[in-house]
């Protein structure tokens, strides 16, 4: 049964930085995409980042475009997040989620901020404060 684990999340200074993992269980093969999405407390879910597993194209949203990069390592089925500069607004759940199979093209899951993505992980929670 295909799954994603997320770790990495915990406590980040404003400035500061943090990496979230996402290990993905099967082959990658299996995955078209996968994204990181966060939710802050009262607010709705939002696409962070994502990457074609493949070809490696990237999306990122404004608000953390310069500030966050994802890649993925094929090898271990895992996608990482790096958050530099962080600021208190990034502090929220953030689920890392995946296309298996490629349903829409990569114009489509970027434009529609990592949309399209099926598979879900439990989440890790990233608080930032000095």
């Known amino acids: 049964q295909s799954q994603l684990v997320e770790s990495g999340g915990g406590l980040g200074q404003p400035g500061g930085s943090l990496t979230l993992s996402c290990a993905a269980s099967g082959p990658t093969t299996d995955y078209y995409a996968i994204g990181w999405f966060r939710q802050a407390p009262g607010k709705e879910r939002e696409g962070v980042s994502c990457i074609n597993f493949g070809d490696g194209y990237t999306y990122y949203a404004p608000s953390v475009k310069g500030r966050f990069t994802i890649s993925r390592d094929n090898a271990k089925n895992t996608v990482y997040l790096v958050m530099n500069n962080l600021k208190p607004e990034d502090a929220g759940d953030y689920f890392c989620?995946?296309?298996?199979?490629?349903?829409?093209?990569?114009?489509?899951?970027?434009?529609?901020?990592?949309?399209?993505?099926?598979?879900w992980g439990q989440g890790t929670l990233v608080t930032v404060s000095s």
């Open positions: 989620a995946a296309a298996q199979g490629r349903r829409v093209s990569w114009a489509v899951v970027a434009s529609t901020q990592c949309g399209n993505l099926e598979l």
